[in-house]
């Protein structure tokens, strides 16, 4: 008889156990990539030129991946809302690469026209431009 | 005389050239909903390209997919990998018409209705689509709104049976862009 109480305990207890870490995953927020270490380097150029070579191979090596490019500023738009779009220059004269700041971002304030920056976020592919999202100035 | 009648001629032939201005966002907002009262379910998406042609009405929006962002990291996992397949289908593109262009006066501040048609080609599935929305001018800058619903079996995206109840069989989109001059 004992021996049943504590199976069954035990089964409630894994159980609830389980239900609370499946609680907490389905709650998790997705990561907030200005925390995440490292990141790998590259320039704007490099990084079209890697994607205009071979959009399938770009798309293997940066997509979803955390990226730190580095560039000069091509443009700075920040709409109504506080949410800021940067573009980098390029070697292409109709292709940059697009990075949109998280939107309470404050670094951003920092990023001027035409000056050199390191932007890190996380690379969603190629459309014309090179897309990045989740942005923020790097250290 | 003849010369310069010539001259003025050549001169009106090229004034509806200047005029032909396209409008363009790297920047755009595309969001979904696709909750039902059990769940809320929302991504948006911040870096939509779009360019539209104040003349003829041509318009087209493409975004990646892999760009939508969630509250909840599972919901993003789930989106790109069970429902989107955005490793295969990376692209989502809308080409099309605003058929009542020459309703708007882009030289005029305002708030001007118009009606959409095109082809909405996501998740390797292509399904016309017309919705109305509205093209606001302010100065040189133009603010296009718009929401329509597609259903999710029309683009061969299905549902679980397990999740049936969460997840709604119509999605709502909403469009929210900036537009500028493109020079």
Request: net charge positive; proline share 3%; hydrophobic share 40%.
């Given at each position: 008889?004992?021996?049943?109480?504590?199976?069954?305990?035990?089964?409630?207890?894994?159980?609830?156990?389980?239900?609370?870490?499946?609680?907490?995953?389905?709650?998790?927020?997705?990561?907030?990539?200005?925390?995440?270490?490292?990141?790998?380097?590259i320039t704007a150029i490099e990084l079209l030129k890697a994607f205009q070579q071979d959009e399938?191979?770009?798309?293997?090596?940066?997509?979803d991946k955390v990226l730190i490019v580095s560039g000069i500023v091509n443009g700075i738009q920040?709409?109504?809302?506080?949410?800021?779009?940067?573009?980098?220059?390029?070697?292409?004269?109709?292709?940059?690469?697009?990075?949109?700041?998280?939107?309470?971002?404050?670094?951003?304030?920092?990023?001027?026209?035409?000056?050199?920056?390191?932007?890190?976020?996380?690379?969603?592919?190629?459309?014309?431009?090179?897309?990045?999202?989740?942005?923020?100035?790097?250290? | 005389?003849?010369?310069?009648?010539?001259?003025?001629?050549?001169?009106?032939?090229?004034?509806?050239?200047?005029?032909?201005?396209?409008?363009?966002?790297?920047?755009?907002?595309?969001?979904?909903?696709?909750?039902?009262?059990?769940?809320?379910?929302?991504?948006?998406?911040?870096?939509?390209?779009?360019?539209?042609?104040?003349?003829?009405?041509?318009?087209?929006?493409?975004?990646?997919?892999?760009?939508?962002?969630?509250?909840?990291?599972?919901?993003?996992?789930?989106?790109?990998?069970?429902?989107?397949?955005?490793?295969?289908?990376?692209?989502?593109?809308?080409?099309?018409?605003?058929?009542?262009?020459?309703?708007?006066?882009?030289?005029?501040?305002?708030?001007?209705?118009?009606?959409?048609?095109?082809?909405?080609?996501?998740?390797?599935?292509?399904?016309?689509?017309?919705?109305?929305?509205?093209?606001?001018?302010?100065?040189?800058?133009?603010?296009?709104?718009?929401?329509?619903?597609?259903?999710?079996?029309?683009?061969?995206?299905?549902?679980?049976?397990?999740?049936?109840?969460?997840?709604?069989?119509?999605?709502?989109?909403?469009?929210?862009?900036?537009?500028?001059?493109?020079?």
């Open positions: 008889m004992r021996t049943w109480k504590k199976i069954i305990t035990g089964v409630i207890v894994l159980a609830l156990a389980a239900a609370g870490y499946g609680w907490f995953l389905y709650q998790k927020p997705p990561p907030d990539i200005r925390k995440e270490k490292g990141g790998i380097e399938m191979a770009g798309n293997a090596k940066y997509v920040t709409d109504s809302s506080g949410q800021a779009t940067v573009t980098l220059r390029t070697n292409d004269l109709l292709a940059a690469v697009t990075c949109s700041f998280y939107q309470d971002d404050e670094g951003v304030k920092k990023i001027k026209t035409g000056a050199p920056v390191r932007i890190k976020g996380i690379c969603t592919g190629m459309l014309s431009d090179i897309v990045l999202n989740k942005c923020s100035l790097a250290e | 005389m003849k010369q310069m009648l010539i001259a003025v001629v050549l001169l009106v032939l090229t004034i509806p050239v200047f005029s032909q201005k396209r409008y363009f966002t790297k920047s755009g907002q595309i969001s979904f909903a696709a909750g039902t009262a059990a769940e809320d379910i929302d991504g948006v998406n911040k870096a939509t390209t779009s360019v539209f042609d104040a003349a003829t009405g041509q318009i087209e929006f493409a975004l990646l997919v892999k760009g939508f962002e969630f509250k909840r990291a599972l919901m993003q996992e789930h989106f790109n990998e069970n429902y989107m397949e955005s490793d295969k289908f990376p692209k989502s593109v809308f080409k099309g018409k605003i058929v009542n262009i020459d309703k708007v006066n882009f030289q005029k501040d305002g708030s001007y209705p118009v009606t959409v048609k095109g082809v909405l080609d996501m998740h390797g599935e292509k399904k016309e689509i017309e919705t109305t929305g509205t093209l606001k001018v302010t100065g040189e800058t133009v603010h296009s709104d718009a929401s329509f619903t597609v259903l999710l079996a029309d683009y061969k995206i299905e549902i679980p049976s397990l999740v049936k109840d969460k997840v709604s069989k119509t999605v709502t989109i909403k469009i929210n862009c900036n537009y500028n001059v493109l020079k």
